[in-house]
């Protein structure tokens, strides 16, 4: 079993930078797909960014893409996303998740605020 948690979250002023990690334990982590999801209050739970198991092949939401960028080292069993040019609509709690065939874990999640 994998066990992830986030760190990084944070209230800040639009236009500003953050960057979340994902902390993960176990040593099947490298062998997960990874991915990064969002829920702003209510709202459903929303895609962010994904990555293979090398950290490879990164995927984006749409009204992420050119500002995001998720990134996975299995030496230091962590994966980060760093987000730019954040504004209101990206406040939300985000959550890591792990995928490797029919095992998913998740993460507790962070909190994220952007102010105008």
């Known amino acids: 079993q994998v066990q992830l948690a986030e760190s990084g979250g944070g209230t800040v002023q639009a236009g500003a930078s953050l960057t979340l990690s994902c902390a993960a334990s176990?040593?099947?982590?490298?062998?997960?797909?990874m991915g990064w999801f969002r829920q702003a209050p209510g709202k459903e739970r929303e895609f962010v960014a994904a990555?293979?198991?090398?950290?490879?092949?990164?995927t984006y939401g749409d009204s992420v893409k050119d500002r995001f960028t998720i990134s996975k080292d299995n030496a230091k069993n962590m994966v980060d996303l760093q987000m730019n040019s954040l504004n209101p609509d990206d406040t939300g709690v985000y959550y890591c998740?792990?995928?490797?065939?029919?095992?998913?874990?998740w993460g507790q999640g962070t909190q994220v605020t952007v102010f105008s």
């Open positions: 998740n792990g995928a490797l065939g029919g095992y998913v874990t």
């Open positions: 176990g040593s099947t982590f490298r062998y997960l797909s």
């Open positions: 990555c293979d198991w090398s950290g490879g092949n990164p």
